[in-house]
């Protein structure tokens, strides 16, 4: 009965991502077409031991072979309900070449206005817009 309180305390679980606006020399999007979410941003789930940056550059080539350079941090959605922090990244691509994945069906370069209309999840075309949109950096929006 006496039991102490900390050993039954579980800390909160956080679940961390990073994503990657990449933009080529044409001003194209670069798009991944997921298996549930339909076209998105590459991106996942930041891994123990990894940082944010490596995350987002690691993400990018799993999902669409790209090898991208980070340009600069733009900010942070937060879903508060479900204790996920999504980071965001403006990057250019340095190598690789479009590749499909488990986790990517379709991967392609898109015109900016194109690529908006694709994506169709959520609140993922207003990150891509918060992204564009350099006078709203750094930003941090709760939803």
Request: hydrophobic share 35%; glycine share 8%.
């Amino acid at each position: 009965m006496g039991q102490n309180n900390s050993e039954t305390f579980t800390p909160p679980k956080h679940i961390v991502s990073a994503a990657t606006i990449v933009l080529n020399e044409n001003n194209e999007l670069l798009l991944i077409k997921g298996p549930r979410r339909g076209w998105e941003m590459p991106g996942g789930q930041v891994e123990e031991g990894e940082s944010l940056r490596e995350a987002a550059i690691r993400e990018t080539k799993e999902e669409s072979g790209i090898d991208v350079e980070i340009l600069k941090f733009c900010g942070i959605f937060q879903n508060v309900n479900r204790s996920i922090c999504n980071t965001l990244f403006l990057a250019k691509p340095v190598g690789g070449a479009c590749t499909t994945s488990s986790e990517s069906l379709d991967v392609g370069f898109f015109p900016v206005e194109q690529a908006l209309e694709m994506v169709e999840n959520g609140n993922f075309r207003e990150r891509i817009e918060y992204c564009l949109d350099e006078s709203k950096h750094p930003f941090y929006v709760e939803f």
